[in-house]
């Protein structure tokens, strides 16, 4: 059986992890061009995302954890070079994944990390702020609060046994994340200015702090709550256009509210995540 927070851990028992990796929350990321390939700019911030995911891996080591899973959420989601990963993680990558950033995770993990998250479409201080389809979201609510990718996220998180227990990016995306994971250990590795300015750390100091934010999180495992969701949840999605609004309300359980918001409800935080990211796909087949 998998330990449930709040379990006492067995030191002879493996510790597994598993790490969601987006990467707009990357110290010195502040344009779509670094963040999207093929180019010079891009090979470099990759690099940088690579070393950050690291960072998050080596303090979990340190904290005693023996099995990652590194799951590659962003654009592509074939950003890292799984042979470069520390601790001999898997490496989760490419498209199509029924529960995008989320698969793979299941109640055999101990914690999960959400490395180099960005703010939701609503946050309009936040370095290259949307949520999951820039081109058709524009605002999610779960019950009622402004969520960005990791409180949409933690519901997967919440159906698992999981506590989220880490998180990187900008000081937008930590305020969005309190709400649903009160205890998660923030690291700040830049400070938004706007849509494209930030004042980012030196991706060396970044780095420290992200590994050992990660070992801090893992030290105090025990003691870590799952994602704070009340249930049954309810998922508002505010869309750009009332086309998105109403191709959506095809999917089992989408109601729409009014010309361009669509509300979600289910008393199972998984088959409201999987509701979601249906939505999702079927905006990004249409938007792309």
Not at 55 to 61: H, N, P, Q, R
């Amino acid at each position: 059986m998998p330990r449930r927070p709040g379990q006492p851990r067995s030191a002879s028992r493996a510790v597994k992890v598993f790490l969601s990796t987006d990467m707009e929350g990357t110290a010195g990321v502040v344009d779509w061009g670094q963040v999207r390939g093929p180019s010079t700019e891009y090979e470099y911030y990759r690099g940088q995302l690579q070393s950050e995911v690291n960072a998050a891996i080596d303090g979990a080591l340190g904290a005693g954890a023996t099995e990652f899973l590194v799951n590659d959420s962003h654009s592509t989601m074939q950003n890292l070079r799984p042979d470069e990963l520390h601790g001999r993680a898997s490496y989760l990558s490419g498209k199509h994944k029924p529960l995008y950033m989320m698969q793979g995770l299941d109640d055999s993990f101990d914690a999960a990390m959400f490395i180099s998250y960005h703010g939701s479409a609503g946050s309009t201080s936040s370095v290259l702020h949307h949520t999951y389809n820039p081109r058709a979201i524009a605002e999610v609510r779960l019950n009622g609060v402004i969520a960005g990718e990791a409180g949409i996220n933690a519901l997967a998180a919440l159906a698992h046994g999981v506590p989220v227990v880490l998180i990187s990016g900008d000081q937008v995306t930590i305020d969005e994340a309190l709400p649903f994971c009160p205890e998660i250990e923030a690291v700040v590795v830049k400070e938004s200015v706007s849509h494209n300015a930030a004042l980012s750390l030196h991706p060396d100091t970044a780095r420290e702090l992200i590994r050992d934010g990660a070992q801090r999180a893992l030290e105090r495992l025990a003691d870590a709550r799952l994602p704070s969701i009340t249930l049954p949840a309810e998922l508002t999605v505010r869309f750009h256009s009332h086309a998105f609004a109403e191709l959506v309300c095809a999917l089992r359980g989408v109601e729409r509210q009014a010309e361009k918001v669509v509300v979600i409800s289910n008393d199972d935080p998984l088959q409201l995540f999987r509701a979601f990211i249906a939505t999702v796909l079927l905006t990004r087949g249409v938007s792309e």
